[in-house]
T-cell receptor, first 113, second 114 residues
Framework: DAGVIQSPRHEVTEMGQEVTLRCKPI?????LFWYRQTMMRGLELLIY????????DSGMPEDRFSAKMPNASFSTLKIQPSEPRDSAVYFC???????????FGPGTRLTVL | SQKIEQNSEALNIQEGKTATLTCNYT??????LQWYRQDPGRGPVFLLL?????KEKRKERLKVTFDTTLKQSLFHITASQPADSATYLC?????????????FGRGTSLIVHP
């Protein structure tokens, strides 16, 4: 298996632009997680899905952030409009269940100028 | 407030020694606790999971203890090697509405000197 796939690996954009991050979980995994990692705040859970349904989005910082999972093999995290404080590494992870071992993707390094 | 604390200072040890990393938490009642390893530029990689009713878990050179009274987990790497140098994150799985919500500490950097 290729593991969790994320794209793009790096994204540089200007403030105010829309950013879309993509994730393909490991086939057969029912849970998908989006995290943000910064030096200041560490690894923060933004949202997680179980069987394509959002279960907990309390970590989503504000309405500028949205996430979707239209099917079991694809999820997106969108930021619109982006701001410099959104600069971070965004990780996607998947697991067979909400409490099971998580497998992380390589992350997307986002820089908002 | 709820907190997960890992030593923010890097742990420097000599090759061959045992490295011990600490994860303390407050105001949580985790169902279980996990340890992950993260290398620069990569996502965290799962190492070990220990449940609330377990005191100790081992895997090769790794050992994890879990003391729910002290609200502390210790992570040991015996016979450490320079290749063990990385950041180690602990994560608590908190039961919430029938699901388990993972919450990560900020990690401790381990540097093993040859």
């Amino acid at each position: 298996d290729a593991g969790v796939i994320q794209s793009p690996r790096h994204e540089v954009t200007e403030m105010g632009q829309e950013v879309t991050l993509r994730c393909k979980p490991i086939s057969g995994h029912n849970s998908l997680f989006w995290y943000r990692q910064t030096m200041m705040r560490g690894l923060e859970l933004l949202i997680y899905f179980n069987n394509n349904v959002p279960i907990d989005d309390s970590g989503m910082p504000e309405d500028r952030f949205s996430a979707k999972m239209p099917n079991a093999s694809f999820s997106t995290l969108k930021i619109q409009p982006s701001e410099p404080r959104d600069s971070a590494v965004y990780f996607c992870a998947s697991s067979t269940g909400s409490g099971d071992t998580q497998y992380f993707g390589p992350g997307t390094r986002l820089t908002v100028l | 407030s709820q907190k997960i604390e890992q030593n923010s200072e890097a742990l420097n040890i000599q090759e061959g020694k045992t490295a011990t990393l600490t994860c303390n938490y407050t105001n949580y009642s985790p169902a279980y606790l996990q340890w992950y390893r993260q290398d620069p530029g990569r996502g965290p990689v799962f190492l070990l999971l220990i449940r609330e009713n377990e005191k100790e878990k081992r895997k090769e050179r790794l050992k994890v203890t879990f003391d729910t009274t002290l609200k502390q987990s210790l992570f040991h790497i015996t016979a450490s090697q320079p290749a063990d140098s990385a950041t180690y994150l602990c994560a608590l799985d908190i039961s919430s509405g029938g699901s388990y919500i993972p919450t990560f500490g900020r990690g401790t950097s381990l540097i093993v000197h040859p």
